[in-house]
């Protein structure tokens, strides 16, 4: 999974202790803030010891006493939506904050990997969307990215900012159309408190003891990592001394005749942090050179430059013949057209762009290639030169694998302020066989111990179960076995369907089956707040879409029973065929099945199955062809019969 650009260095997690002659407020108590209505409204900091604290809201005020180490905290009654106001937090020795444009309304938690992290800005018509976000009552406030090997009091950042043309675009996409969702509905203040990470792992956000691991270890752990991030950290600022950092003038690095005789080399494919620039984020250049007869130059030829993280452009011998934005995994192909081209030596520049993680030319050996008209490949792998151009250096990118580290920085200090609840996108990290198969209690972990953290056993939590995506690791047509990671991963997602108050945005019909970030965030933020209405505002409404109840098997035939909704069972596209089921025997072999609606059930058959003992229904990374949905247009969630 790909991390979004991010200058945050690893080794300076810990904010500061902040001077013991005035107070400090968390920095979700700044100006713009959206505090929860209609529960006690917990307000901390820190002070000099001793000093007798006053906050006032709206009339209504409490007090405190710092304890001996700085830190107190006091209670404000549950207040209605409103605002804005002012937070006016003093010492009676005369020191005094004041928190301005505060308004009360409803907070909610995004968390999970980069497709919660996703920008507004790279969602589906973003540019109408940024264009047309006025709303000043929608706030968000991103968390930045940051890790730690102990729990921390205090985020490393953040403010809040209300939604407009000028700041939306930065916001988490899935978050802001919930949000928007939720403000047509409510008519109340939504905040949106963003503590994402692209790759991010589960086990990063869940605390280690909720994971059974030893707190100190994960410290000591931590403090290693520290240790050899300065490390690579000077290498790589060694090797960038080499060229000026500033006024670095790229504009003839395209050019066939451009003397690079003083770049680096770097093995291609492979990601630049493989070569020694670890932690490097920003804009690098590649050039190579391939020959070409006099012939093959006429005709054109394709050229391959592999999968590159993020964003590149490509040139021949001066010549731009391709470009692609944001797809860190997708293989490079460009067809050269023969104005392009010389004989002899043909010279090869990209300009990549890398906004956080890994960074540069990377994938399999025979995605970097020269292709002339009816030949076979040629090979271009091997020492390419390489030049940095303007970079940053952030070595954070692989503490989002590793136990509680992003929990302890990015979540723990954000209680106790109050939450209406939580919106959750993340399992691509975890989807291989073994992962997905602990992810159901891994699942059902996080949720107890955030709740617990917010001491809130209900405390709604909705999710998006995974979407629909080629990841290469399915295993195509009859299986005995689990068959698809996605697919189990998604299965553990509906387990904890059993907690209370839970709900999941199936998302198996909006994806992108070559792109692992797909850009319809507008209806991912539209069903979780269906969820939403339903589980947290209590509302009733269809809010899912078909779920399965269970399967009964006769002769030839299988009866797949759904639970009774408001909503019936129909077929996208009309008619009552659907598509997407299989059937196995006592062989345990999937085969596809003839499947008809009838009320709320679907009627199965397969040719190849004489005695169907189980079904499954999209248990595939892709279900491209499952097309169940009920009447409002929600698709039913991937489930199976079996247990095999």
Known sequence: MKRTFSIVLGLLLTAAQPAQAKIVLPLLFSDGAVVQRDQPLPVWGWATPGAKIEVELDG??????????GAWRLELPAHAAGGPYLLKVSEHAGNTIVVRDLLVGDVWLASGQSNMEWPVAQAKDAEREIAGAGDQRIRHFKVPKSWSGQQQARLTGGRWQAASPQTAGAFSAVGYFFARELRAKTGVPIGIIDSTWGGSSIEAWTEASAQGLDAQAI??????????????VSETLARLARWPQKGVDTSRWSQADFDDHDWDRVAVPGLWEKS?????????WYRVSFTLSDAEAKAGVVLGVGRIDDSDTTWVNGQKVGETRMQYNLPREYPVPPQALRAGINQVAVRVQDFGGGGGIHGEAGEVFVQPQGAAKRPLEGSWKFRPAQVSVALIDDKNQHPALLYNQMIHPLRPYPLRGVIWYQGESNASVTGALRY???????????????????????????????????????????GSPWALLRESQSRALALPATAQAVAIDIGNPHDIHPRDKQEVGRRLALAARHVAYGESLVYSGPVYRTARFKGREARVEFAPSTSALTVRGGGDAAHGFELAGADRRFHPASAVVQGDSVVLTSAAV??????RYAWRDNPEQADLINRDGLPASPFRSDTW
């Open 610 to 615: 004489a005695q169907p003992k189980a079904v």
């Open 60 to 69: 209504r005020s409490a007090e405190a006493t710092a304890s001996d180490d």
């Open 440 to 482: 159901r209690d891994q699942f059902v972990a996080l949720i107890g111990q955030w709740r617990g953290d917010w001491k809130q056993p209900a405390l709604p939590f909705l999710w998006v179960q995974l979407a629909n995506f080629i990841s290469g690791a399915d295993v195509p047509g009859e299986s005995a076995g689990a």
């Open 276 to 284: 020694g620039y670890n932690g490097m984020d920003g804009e690098a």
């Open 219 to 232: 410290a000591r752990q931590a403090r290693e990592l520290q240790a050899r991030d300065q490390s690579a």
